[in-house]
């Protein structure tokens, strides 16, 4: 059982450690050094959004991301009904209720997950949306 949480642990303090590191990629601007926004000038598609008129990639992959967690908060619900309907039905028996007791709180260890998922995807797109990636 002590394993399964280590586990569990290692794989969240690692995930958040790729997240940090990833701020130095932000240092190198493919498209200045490459001439690719000067040949998109040219060519008039400099102005051309990605995700519809007026927003901007950090919006548009702002907007994937709170999609994809919200669906995840679902699948999260969809669990805990699921786990109370395992243990209301469970009539005394010690094996269902330990695994309906697991389902719901694996589900909240999920959902605490995807809060901080979102809380650092609202964090990184608020502060670097308005710096520029130049070093």
Same mark, same amino acid.
């Given at each position: 059982m002590i394993k399964k949480?280590? &586990? &569990?642990?290692? !794989? %969240?303090?690692?995930?958040?450690?790729?997240? %940090? %590191? +990833? &701020?130095? !990629?932000?240092?190198?601007? =493919? +498209?200045?050094?490459? @001439?690719?926004?000067?040949?998109? $000038?040219?060519? @008039?598609?400099?102005?051309? $959004?990605? =995700?519809? +008129? @007026?927003?901007? %990639?950090? #919006? #548009?992959?702002?907007?994937?991301?709170?999609?994809?967690?919200? =669906?995840?908060?679902?699948? =999260?619900?969809?669990?805990m009904i699921y786990g109370g309907i395992t243990w209301m039905t469970a009539r005394g028996n010690e094996k269902n209720v330990d695994q309906a007791k697991d389902i719901i709180f694996d589900s909240i260890i999920g959902l605490v997950i995807v809060i901080a998922a979102y809380a650092i995807t609202f964090f990184v797109t608020s502060v670097f949306s308005n710096q520029t990636l130049h070093p």
């Amino acid at each position: 059982m002590i394993k399964k949480y280590i &586990k &569990k642990l290692t !794989v %969240l303090v690692s995930s958040l450690v790729v997240l %940090l %590191l +990833a &701020k130095s !990629v932000l240092a190198y601007s =493919f +498209a200045s050094s490459t @001439g690719l926004d000067t040949t998109a $000038r040219q060519t @008039g598609h400099y102005d051309q $959004r990605l =995700f519809g +008129a @007026g927003m901007t %990639l950090e #919006g #548009g992959i702002s907007s994937i991301l709170t999609a994809a967690l919200s =669906f995840l908060g679902v699948i =999260f619900l969809l669990l805990m009904i699921y786990g109370g309907i395992t243990w209301m039905t469970a009539r005394g028996n010690e094996k269902n209720v330990d695994q309906a007791k697991d389902i719901i709180f694996d589900s909240i260890i999920g959902l605490v997950i995807v809060i901080a998922a979102y809380a650092i995807t609202f964090f990184v797109t608020s502060v670097f949306s308005n710096q520029t990636l130049h070093p």
